[in-house]
């Protein structure tokens, strides 16, 4: 692994916040869930996802105490002298995977500097998967990787290989009018695919495609907390990278034909 990301402080904040996070993940316990509904029917809830943010917070607090955080769970905290890095935390991506044993869930965290021009750059992410025993990392300019936690072994991923037999990963909201709109862009897609693959969460999602698994991914209306980390690991893989323009708006990575990502009404 190349000295620079393995020394680059956000990136190892990002490795140590998403492996706490993680942590509490790995103590998954059925009768512990307390699950609630929070916008639709599906759309779950539980104290794991609550109990990882804080583990989340904590850790990068620890060491960054005037960082601004973005969570899933709980409001933003914004320091009263901010330091121009800002968190983007997903404590569980792919709640529903977690509640019904699915093995693709995982903690996400992603950092952003404010630059002088009033924007942010993606900078530092990291996503582990404790089910899966596999975590991914990036930082900008640095190069992504996949760090097999069962083995030690580190991967820099280069992304997918265009070939004649590509695959798809995408999504459905929980909303019914939505899960038609995105069902009838996925069927202008599907002859640039041989298949599809819905995974449940578009972090994982997004790291496949920077390891090569799936080929594209494209789902309309995540949030940011969703694609912060996931998004700068594709992107540090080489591959074609599109964050939402707005919100709802299209999250995509890999060999994607972005003219046929319509938007609503269209």
């Known amino acids: 692994m190349d000295k620079a990301i393995s020394h680059d402080p956000l990136v190892l904040v990002a490795r140590r916040a998403a492996a706490a996070g993680a942590e509490v993940l790995a103590r998954r316990d059925e009768s512990q869930f307390n699950l609630s509904d929070k916008s639709a029917a599906g759309d779950w809830v539980t104290d794991f996802d609550r109990a990882s943010e804080e583990a989340i917070r904590a850790t990068i ?30 404590p569980l991506d792919g709640t529903t995977n ?16 404010l ?15 404790p089910a899966l025993q596999v975590e991914y990392f990036a930082g900008k300019s640095l190069g992504a990787w996949k760090h097999d936690l069962r083995t030690g072994k580190l991967t820099q991923l280069t ?33 640039d695919y041989v298949n599809v693959r819905r995974i449940g969460s578009a972090a994982l999602d997004l790291c496949l ?8 991914y ?14 700068l690991i594709a992107e540090e893989a080489g591959c074609q990278v ?9 999250q995509y990575a890999g060999l994607v034909d972005t003219a046929k990502l319509i938007e609503p009404g269209n």
């Open 159 to 191: 992304g997918p290989v265009d070939s004649p037999a590509k695959i798809l990963g995408s999504g459905f909201g929980y909303d019914a009018e939505r899960r038609q709109f995105q069902a009838r862009v996925l069927e202008g897609m599907l002859e």
């Open 242 to 250: 599109g964050r939402p323009a707005s919100n709802p708006g299209w």
């Open 98 to 113: 977690f509640v019904r044993n699915i093995a693709y869930y995982c903690s996400s965290v992603g950092a952003c500097q």
């Open 209 to 216: 495609v920077a390891e090569g698994a799936l080929d594209a």
């Open 218 to 231: 494209a789902e309309y209306g995540t949030q940011e907390y969703d694609w912060a980390a996931g998004a």
């Open 61 to 90: 607090l620890t060491s960054r105490p005037s960082d601004e955080l973005t969570g899933e769970e709980f409001p933003s905290a914004k320091p009263a002298n901010p330091s121009g890095v800002r968190w983007s935390i997903d």
């Open 115 to 129: 630059e002088e021009d009033g924007t942010e750059t993606w900078v530092a992410a990291a996503i582990v998967a």
